[in-house]
T-cell receptor, first 112, second 115 residues
């Protein structure tokens, strides 16, 4: 089973709208992270939430973590065209020790 | 300096060629990683170096040979690759493993095409 497996979604939204994407995983985790990847480039770390945290904010990003449901969500508020990217969640549950397992990713397109 | 650099940005090679990918970071990170990413797929871990020693090899074929000359540099030597090895190769680094979990910093990647 794959860790950090978010619902395979392709979101297309208008600029200014909110974008929400989800991530589910199957075993216990220490941390869950979200990364952004612009078209064929490197990944950029967005936010890390620890297993004892339920919600975390960073600028226009809001991440929630529900360890009882083994799921996380990433909300981007007031989206901008520059938010167009693929978003991956990643967990360390399966391997541990700085070894990340990435989910399938969500493609978000923000239309100006 | 919070940047991971990778060279070259693009590489086209034949199946009989030998080439190398290079990665460099100056953040003092002691863990470095190689990932392979196919189009529209998540990154797949290939190798992990911890304190310049290979700590994880995800059953990668021997035609990929990693090397960590020092704590700032990571190479991936390529030999006798197959067309299916064409992908984006990403390097990443992070703080010491086992010292709490830290984010990974990724380079921009090398787009590899094997003809």
């Amino acid at each position: 089973s794959q860790q950090g497996e978010e619902d395979p979604q392709a979101l297309s939204i208008q600029e200014g709208e909110n974008a929400t994407m989800n991530c589910s995983y199957k075993t216990s985790i220490n941390n869950l992270q979200w990364y952004r990847q612009n078209s064929g480039r490197g990944l950029v770390h967005l936010i890390l939430i620890r297993s004892n945290e339920r919600e975390k904010h960073s600028g226009r990003l809001r991440v929630t973590l529900d360890t009882s449901k083994k799921s996380s969500s990433l909300l981007i508020t007031a989206s901008r065209a520059a938010d167009t990217a693929s978003y991956f969640c990643a967990t360390d549950a399966r391997y541990g020790n700085n070894r990340l397992a990435f989910g399938k990713g969500n493609q978000v397109v923000v239309i100006p | 300096d919070t940047e991971v650099t990778q060279t070259p940005k693009h590489l086209v090679m034949g199946m009989t060629n030998k080439k190398s990918l290079k990665c460099e970071q100056h953040m003092g990170h002691r863990a470095m990683y190689w990932y392979k990413q196919k189009a529209k797929k998540p990154p797949e871990l290939m190798f992990v170096y911890s304190y310049e020693k290979l700590s994880i090899n995800e059953s990668v074929p021997s035609r990929f040979s990693p090397e960590c000359p020092n704590s700032s540099l990571l190479n991936l030597h390529l030999h006798a690759l197959q067309p299916e090895d064409s992908a984006l190769y990403l390097c990443a680094s992070s703080h010491e493993p086992g010292q709490g979990f830290y984010e990974q910093f990724f380079g921009p990647g090398t787009r590899l095409t094997v003809l």
